[in-house]
């Protein structure tokens, strides 16, 4: 099923298939989505999406952050919102997109950021396997708290080992 998904940038008629990504931590508004697709026209983001038969399944992003004003967590290239809609869990689509998103990092720094809670153990094993390696846990992380208390932050620079891409 991941074979036949396709994988594209975003763009203004998936808005309404987006919407069904309430799951995520951030309920999105359609202005919400629509800013994001913007932005990504204006190559200051990566919004992916996997379509597979003509239900948008995954999303994710790429972009830069700056340093928080409240937390340690470093300015970079971040990977985030990688959400796929649980039917369409466990085909390979997260790697399929995080895959793609690291390579469009890399073609403008040296090293990938991403930070995830401590109890996500999915998407952690996701990232190991792509060669993410912690670096810090902290209770909120570029702003962002977690259920639970803790997250981690890691880091993966462009030429380290990884199982896949
Ligand atoms: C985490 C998430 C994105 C994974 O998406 P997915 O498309 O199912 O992941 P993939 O099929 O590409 O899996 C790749 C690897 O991730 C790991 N993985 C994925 N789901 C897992 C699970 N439920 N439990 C343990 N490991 C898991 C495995 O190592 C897997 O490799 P394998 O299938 O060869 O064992 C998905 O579960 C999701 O949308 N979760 C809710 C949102 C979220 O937590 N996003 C991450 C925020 S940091």
Redesign the pocket.
């Known amino acids: 099923m991941?074979s036949a998904a396709v994988l594209r940038p975003a763009v203004h008629d998936d808005v309404e298939g987006l919407l069904a990504f309430d799951?995520?931590?951030v309920v999105r508004t359609r202005d919400d989505w629509a800013a994001a697709i913007d932005k990504a026209a204006r190559g200051e983001r990566l919004l992916l999406v996997a379509e597979v038969e003509g239900v948008i399944a995954?999303f994710a992003q790429a972009h830069r952050l700056e340093q928080h004003p409240d937390d340690a967590a470093p300015a970079g290239w971040y990977l985030t919102?990688?959400?796929?809609?649980p039917l369409?869990?466990?085909?390979?689509?997260?790697?399929?997109l995080?895959t793609a998103r690291l390579a469009w990092i890399f073609a403008r720094a040296d090293e990938s950021w991403?930070?995830?809670?401590a109890q996500?153990?999915?998407?952690i094993?996701?990232h190991?396997?792509l060669g993410f390696t912690e670096v810090a846990r902290a209770a909120a992380i570029h702003g962002v708290r977690f259920d639970g208390g803790e997250g981690i932050l890691f880091r993966r620079g462009a030429t380290d080992p990884s199982t896949f891409g």
């Open positions: 991941a799951i995520t931590v995954a919102g990688v959400t796929v809609l369409y869990r466990r085909a390979g689509l997260a790697r399929r995080t991403y930070f995830a809670n996500n153990t999915a998407s094993d996701l190991t396997q």
